[in-house]
């Protein structure tokens, strides 16, 4: 019986080796536990020391539940600037060394950074290569600190319609954050007219359709060139740079399309992604 339970035994142990032969000459290779992806960390900004949006909480709620759903990223919401630093800080608090890409979500005014702030944050994404994404009012800020237009691509310059049914056309349809956007659709919103922007310096990924738009006795339109940009890419440096001036309103946190528009985004900037930041002339529709 001992003989036969060993006869046993090798035979098995062959017909495992001989099964694992015929797999491997079939290109069927064994398979390996895989590594989860280490989470990215995010800095969520949400202090608005201007105009008070309301859609702060449900910008700053969508980014965590992004990465929270996904696993991708864990999100830090805060509604001050103390952790935009690289100095050691104390009390379990974060600064920007543990961070991969900040996410400003309806900040407004003049931000309250020290010049060591100011050259941190400029170097976070410049020199380290980090990401940074603006949410519509993030235009609306630092009007004081010139380095902080040429980093996000300019500032804002009125809202011509205010919330209005603004038709907007897709520009580019490869772009992670914009390829399943609508090539033209109607989004109650609130668009920013930039100043100090040119669409030489950035990839436009959304615009306003300017044949839809009124233009009668509107003293808020100081864009001569009808070029009102809704969406885009762009470098700074190392680091990647995405805009967009949708998000104005709560319930456009409800809408799909922006909602992954930025969570692509946010995947984009992170350098999960690959999309270009090639500037274009203006689509014909």
């Not at 103390?82 to 931000?111: C, H, P, R, W």
């Not at 007219?193 to 339109?221: C, F, G, H, M």
């Not at 995947?267 to 014909?284: E, F, R």
Request: charged residues 25%; hydrophobic residues 40%; proline residues 4%.
């Amino acid at each position: 019986m001992k003989h036969l339970r060993s006869a046993v035994l090798v035979l098995a142990s062959v017909s495992c080796l001989a099964l694992l032969l015929l797999l491997q000459s079939q290109g069927v290779q064994a398979q390996q536990p895989s590594t989860p992806a280490a989470r990215k960390h995010i800095l969520v900004i949400g202090a608005a020391l201007g105009y008070q949006h309301d859609s702060i909480p449900n910008a700053m709620a969508t980014v965590w539940k992004m990465g929270h759903d996904t696993g991708l990223w864990d999100a830090y919401l805060r509604t001050d600037y103390q952790l935009i630093t690289t100095k050691k800080l104390t009390a379990n608090a974060k600064n920007l060394s543990y961070f991969d890409a900040i996410v400003f979500a309806n900040s407004t005014g003049e931000m309250t950074l020290d010049d060591d702030q100011k050259k941190d944050l400029l170097a976070f994404v410049h020199d380290e290569g980090k990401g940074l994404v603006g949410i519509h009012a993030a235009l609306d800020s630092n009007y004081k600190w010139p380095e902080w237009g040429e980093m996000l691509g300019g500032w804002f310059d009125q809202h011509p319609w205010m919330t209005f049914d603004a038709p907007v056309v897709r520009e580019d349809g490869t772009f992670p954050a914009t390829k399943d956007f609508p090539k033209t659709s109607v989004k109650k919103d609130e668009i920013y007219q930039a100043k100090e922007w040119s669409r030489d310096k950035v990839n436009v990924l959304l615009r306003l359709d300017e044949t839809k738009l009124n233009y009668d006795n509107n003293p808020r339109i100081h864009r001569q060139d009808h070029d009102f940009a809704v969406a885009w890419s762009k470098m700074y440096g190392k680091g990647r740079v995405f805009y967009s001036t949708l998000g104005h309103t709560p319930e456009s946190w409800d809408d799909p399309d922006i909602t992954k528009m930025y969570s692509e985004a946010i995947k984009w900037v992170l350098g999960m992604t690959d999309g270009s930041t090639q500037s274009h002339p203006k689509a014909t529709n």
